[in-house]
């Protein structure tokens, strides 16, 4: 496939593993995105997974057509993006690697001295003349790893973004926002301030695609992109509606949950809710941090809370959850103590307001805890 004139795409599409990176579902399948540029320096962009090594050489040699690549950039040295390197090595030993110092270092990490092509090494902001094209680098540390670069071909104005604004799914046509929302949160959301001040670092150069290491070509509305990832990793809520995320045991919880959910309705709030049992894990966190508020419902269970919210808060923590509203339900049919403990749990985060209406149903709704639900659902709406 034609990018421009000179860069064609050479990826690969995965649709048989079921967990990315060894915890992720992913239905829809994944792609590891690898491209040539042809020039008077013939360039590879990173390689692909080890499972698609075979195909992805073949794609390389079908787009080479007879010529031999000088260079092959390596902007990140995960697996899913690297692993092809040694394969690709032994049928290229000329083909130069044009790497950072850190990716370099993980090159023997990874391969020992089973790689003998030579390197150039570059720095953050050194330029590669290919000829007509001309790449430069930028160093991204954390985006998702410490080696991470991205890299712009100023003549055609295109980003190679490595894992940024990559998306799950491998179907190119298949709606960005959700699939993007939850490949960045899930793997990235903890490095918000680094992913700040790439885009600082970004908006010096015009970008008119974007090429990133998952997912579709990025070509128009390029800064409705940009824009979703200041808000994701500004912890900006993208969306004003409350999540209702719990977990229920014999069905209580769920009533209280839905009581409320039917209550915000009814005062024009936008609401989603997730049985956090039913739905797996990386859908419920993307959603929190998609949402301006959220309402967590679970129960006391062997003196901490049910393992799910337990699993979901951990999740949230560890991912610097922050500048949202929570509200609280806890149940518990002697000694509910679980809305102490997601208290505690979230105590770390930056800017969470509590309301003050926190709901106890012991055990089941009662008229009590009904009119507490009312309240939080009026707290919530001011
Ligand atoms: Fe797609 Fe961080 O690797």
């Given at each position: 496939?034609e990018i ?7 990826g690969v599409?995965d649709?048989?593993t ?8 992913i ?12 020039d ?5 962009m990173?390689?692909?997974d ?6 992805w050489?073949n794609?390389?040699?079908s787009a ?6 000088d260079y092959?950039?390596?902007q990140?040295?995960?697996p899913?993006?690297s692993?092809?390197?040694k394969i690709f ?7 130069k ?11 023997k990490?990874y391969?020992?001295d089973?790689i003998?092509?030579g ?5 953050n ?8 094209h001309?790449?430069?680098f930028?160093?991204?540390p ?5 080696e991470?670069?991205v ?12 894992d940024?604004?990559?998306r ?7 709606p ?10 899930g793997?990235?959301?903890k ?6 001040s790439l ?10 695609t974007?090429?990133s290491?998952h997912?579709?070509?990025l070509?128009?509305g390029?800064?409705r ?5 200041d808000k ?7 969306t004003?509606g409350?999540l209702i995320a719990?977990?229920?045991?014999y069905?209580?919880t769920?009533?209280?949950?839905e009581?409320?959910?039917k209550y915000?309705?009814?005062k ?7 049985d956090l ?5 990386s859908?419920?966190?993307a959603?929190a ?6 309402v967590?419902a679970?129960t006391?269970?062997?003196n ?7 699993q ?6 560890e991912?610097n ?8 339900i806890e149940?518990g ?7 102490k403990?997601?208290?505690?749990k ?11 209406n ?5 055990a089941?709704?009662n008229?009590?805890s009904?009119d507490?639900?009312k309240?939080?659902?009026d707290?919530?709406?001011n």
């Open positions: 496939m421009t004139k000179d860069i064609l795409y050479i599409k649709t048989n079921d967990l990315f990176e060894g915890q992720y579902k239905p829809n399948g994944i792609t590891y995105n690898s491209y040539l540029i042809k008077k320096k013939t360039t590879v990173d390689t692909v080890g499972k698609f090594t075979d195909e050489l794609n390389l040699n080479l057509e007879g010529t031999i690549p092959i950039v390596i990140h040295m995960e899913d993006h692993a092809s390197l090595c032994e049928k290229y030993p000329n083909t690697i044009v790497a950072n110092a850190k990716a370099q270092d993980m090159i990490h391969f020992g089973m003998s092509n390197f150039i090494t570059v720095a902001g050194e330029t590669l003349d290919l000829g007509c001309k790449l430069t930028i160093f991204a954390m985006v998702h790893w410490p991470v670069m890299t712009y071909d100023s003549t055609d104005c295109v980003l190679f973004s490595a940024a604004f990559g799950f799914g491998a179907d190119e046509n298949a960005w926002d959700d699939e993007a929302r939850r490949y960045y949160i793997i990235v959301g490095y918000g301030a680094q992913v700040q885009l600082k670092k970004a908006a010096d150069y015009p970008i008119k974007i090429c290491l997912g579709p070509i070509r128009e390029n800064s992109y940009i824009e979703l990832y994701w990793s500004s912890y900006t809520p993208e004003e409350v719990y977990t229920s045991v069905g209580h769920k009533e209280a949950a009581l409320l959910k915000l309705i009814e024009g709030e936008t609401v989603k809710l997730i049992a039913r739905t797996e894990w859908f419920a966190v959603e941090f998609r949402f301006s508020k959220i967590l679970t006391t269970y062997n901490d809370i049910f393992p799910f919210m337990r979901f808060i951990d999740h949230l923590t991912r959850f922050q500048n949202r509203k929570v509200g609280l149940n049919s002697w000694a509910p103590t679980a809305a403990i997601m208290t505690d979230l105590s770390g985060c930056k800017n969470l307001t509590f309301c003050e926190k709901v106890t149903v012991k089941a709704l008229s009590q009904i507490a639900i309240s939080l659902s707290e919530i709406c």
